[in-house]
């Protein structure tokens, strides 16, 4: 008879470089990576690689059960370590913000100029409808949204909340965050309702619009246009603009789920779905900027040749984000 | 609709292009971390209010604003935050020992960890709030439009019990399965013989056709009845005795535990010879060999 089993042999060998690979799995898994020092974080891959390849020899050559459900699920928790997203997390958010929002933009603008439409047509009929029959205004705006501004209300009352009589500073901070959350929240949903398909996001747009039109016609009866516009524009250009985007994510889940192309509905949905959800979070981005704006610099800034000054600003700078930036830089995700 | 068979491993293939399976959280599991988190969720909000009510007291509307802010990122991005910074861990599945991987394999990216957490108010809360109170979603809406979407939502809610991965609508989305890695001590290899490197010199010794009655499978039982510490000495002879019908040695007296650990030696080095020359014998031979005297007795 020979000596040692080849499998044994092979275990004595490698064994030593499995439990430091396990010591050091054992410390990422209770205090993080940032419990290994730069030598063991250097020593990390080798070892994972080591042990891998000796997973793989282990399966082809041994039979013992214990040592291969070892190696697995050692190799398992070191992979996730690994291969984990150790980017910092500014850099994260500036490669998001510089390339990886505009470029994903660009690559689905059929969806975005889609949602587009619908939210207009909304806006028109909505605009159209009101202006025949005043009376229309209360079906389409609830009482909650709209301020104490309905039918009834005089050229006076508009005004007053188009150019607030008291600005307290204090409250405006409340008033903005409130805002943000509120749409960023309806943006979200609009987003997470494209998996029942689409339909429910083209009645979100759609009902949006004619919110907007409603609102458009009421003040127009007044003569008030000139200043809604002003009023709305500022902040309005990115806050519109962030809903139509968190729209045409929802309107490209609904697309990925119904035409799924030649992968299958579950593949197509998974890679669909992460360029969904990298326009509603920059689109949550842009709400947190509308919010800004409205909160603060709306209630503030009463003259409307600034406020119409930002809202130019505003979509230009816009034009310009989605237009032009990075689009030197290809976002590394989409490759793959 | 039957619940899918629950497939318990999950396979993915790493860039090394080694095959790696991990089982697949359980529902129970993954409610269990989930509760967990929305218990912490809960404490954190309630911490919340009193900074709130105490702001009230003061009347600063900034620290209202700032909590008001805090609480929303709090709901909308506990689990991304989490999932982001902890690598596909919150800290109920740290505590439920389970988390989320890549579909494919690849590390986790923040997109796919947002995309699937984007979906859970569509999954768990506007279920609860439409059968609580539907008016607020749709004012007037007819009765069969609310029970319709209800359903539809709560088929949403129930969609891991319908798939093989357990995967929910945030999961296809993201592309991403929540597993349930193992953790396996490496335990002394029952055929090496110790320190010294001699030639094995088995009391037992075993010839080549009766080794060839036995496949992985009951060479892998045996390992599995012998690392239990609970195998009780009554199985342990009833197996003995199994194993010498079979081989021809009914006759024989021997020493239970030594016997099992070298038929499980030499059963061992003799299927990995055979497999390095590309035979995989998975199960046993029927039939049993006549009774024989082995010449290497003692």
């Known amino acids: 008879m020979s000596v040692e089993l080849k499998s044994t042999q092979f275990r004595k060998e490698r064994e030593e470089t499995w439990r430091q690979l396990e010591e050091l799995v054992l410390r990422i898994d209770k205090r993080g990576v940032r419990a290994l020092d730069a030598d063991e974080l250097t020593r990390l891959p080798g070892l994972y690689r080591a042990s891998v390849s000796a997973l793989s020899v282990a399966r082809a050559i041994s039979l013992d059960r214990n040592l291969i459900e070892y190696l697995e699920g050692l190799c398992g928790r070191a992979y996730f370590h690994v291969y984990s997203n150790r980017r910092g997390f500014w850099s994260t958010v500036a490669e998001f913000l510089l390339s990886t929002f505009p470029n994903t933009l660009r690559r689905n603008k059929w969806f975005v100029l889609t949602a587009t439409l619908f939210l207009v047509s909304g806006a028109t009929t909505g605009f ?186 505003t979509t230009l700078f816009w034009i310009y984000y989605f237009g032009f930036l990075g689009r030197a830089r290809q976002p590394a995700e989409v490759r793959a | 609709m039957t619940l899918a068979a629950e497939r318990t491993m999950f396979e993915i293939t790493t860039p090394e292009g080694v095959p790696l399976q991990f089982p697949i959280a359980s529902v129970g599991d993954r409610l269990a971390a989930f509760l967990i988190d929305c218990v912490i969720m809960g404490v954190v909000t309630l911490a919340f209010a009193v900074v709130a009510a105490l702001a009230a007291f003061v009347n600063s509307s900034a620290v209202m604003a700032l909590v008001n802010l805090a609480i929303f990122v709090l709901f909308a991005f506990y689990f991304t935050i989490f999932e982001i910074r902890w690598n596909g861990v919150t800290p109920g599945k740290r505590f439920a020992g389970i988390r989320v991987i890549d579909g494919s394999g690849r590390s986790l990216s923040s997109g796919a960890i947002f ?184």
């Open chain 2, 115 to 298: 995309a699937r957490n984007l979906t859970r108010k569509l999954e768990i809360v506007i279920p609860i709030a439409i059968s609580l109170n539907a008016d607020t979603f749709w004012p007037g809406a007819p009765s069969w439009a609310i029970l319709g979407s209800l359903g539809w939502l709560l088929a949403l809610l129930f969609l891991p019990l319908f798939n093989r991965n357990r995967q929910r609508a945030g999961d296809f989305i993201a592309n991403t399965v929540v597993v349930r890695p193992p953790k396996v001590t490496l335990l002394r290899d029952l055929a090496s013989r110790g320190e010294s490197a001699e030639a094995p010199e088995y009391r037992y010794a075993m010839q080549p056709d009766q080794l060839d009655l036995y496949g992985i499978y009951e060479l892998q039982t045996l390992e599995k009845v012998l690392r239990s510490s609970g195998s009780e000495q009554s199985t342990l002879n009833a197996i003995a005795e199994k194993i010498l019908a079979k081989v021809g040695w009914s006759d024989r007296r021997v020493h239970t535990e030594t016997f099992l650990h070298e038929v499980y030696a030499q059963l061992r080095r003799h299927l990995e010879q055979k497999m390095l020359f590309g035979q995989r014998q998975e199960r046993k031979k029927e039939g049993r060999l006549d009774q024989k005297s082995d010449p290497t007795d003692r």
């Open chain 1, 128 to 313: 159209v409808m009101t202006t025949q029959d005043p009376d229309r205004y209360a079906m389409f705006v609830p009482t909650e949204m709209s301020q104490g501004r309905d039918t009834t209300s005089s050229r006076e009352e508009l005004l007053d909340v188009i150019y607030p009589e008291s600005s307290v500073g204090e409250a405006l901070s409340a008033f903005a965050s409130m805002l943000f959350s509120n749409n960023s929240r309806v943006g979200m949903l609009c987003f997470a309702l494209g998996i029942i398909p689409a339909i429910p996001v083209f009645y979100l747009l759609f009902f949006n619009g004619l919110l907007l039109g409603a609102f458009a016609a009421l003040h127009h009866q007044h003569g008030l246009s000139l200043d809604l516009w002003g009023w709305l524009l500022p902040h309005g250009v990115t806050e519109l603009f962030a809903i139509v985007l968190c729209g045409a994510g929802g309107l490209i889940l609904g697309h990925g789920l119904v035409f799924p192309g030649r992968s299958t509905r579950r593949e197509n949905l998974g890679r669909r779905g992460r360029e969904a959800a990298t326009l509603v979070l920059g689109a949550v981005c842009m709400l947190f900027i509308a919010a800004l704006i409205e909160g603060f610099f709306r209630q503030l800034v009463h003259d409307m040749a600034i406020r119409y000054g930002l809202a130019i600003g």
